[in-house]
């Protein structure tokens, strides 16, 4: 069950983002030693809908913009979680990303 774990890797760096930051998927990648592997922790955040432990809202990709945001009930969910912590939204995209971004320590 390897992907499991790499699964629940993910959501433990995910936990770490900070309240008003977003970081990415490939930055979590990076993070975890597995630099080629965004589009796994994709589909590890696409699987933590049910985990309200989880902050996924906070993860976008490498633009800032919200492409995961499909994964979230209602046409706007990810948006309006991101703007309750200060983060504005303009055309699905992060505004001031860089300002916003938060990078994961590599995890040893």
């Known amino acids: 069950m390897a992907e499991e774990n790499f699964f629940e890797k993910v ?4 936990r770490k983002i900070p309240y008003g930051k977003v970081t990415s998927y490939g930055a979590i990648a ?3 030693g597995t630099a080629r592997s965004a589009r796994m922790v994709g589909w590890a ?5 049910n985990m309200e432990d989880v902050p996924a809202h906070r993860v976008v990709n490498r633009k800032g913009l919200l492409t995961g945001k499909h994964h979230f009930e209602g046409t706007n969910l990810m948006q309006q979680l991101l703007e309750n912590e ?11 990303f ?3 971004f ?5 995890e040893l």
């Open 30 to 32: 990076k993070a975890l």
């Open 11 to 14: 959501y433990a760096i995910a």
């Open 98 to 100: 860089n300002k916003h």
């Open 102 to 106: 938060w990078q994961p320590e590599i």
């Open 45 to 49: 955040m696409n699987a933590c809908h």
């Open 86 to 96: 200060g983060i504005k939204v303009d055309n699905n995209q992060i505004v001031d």
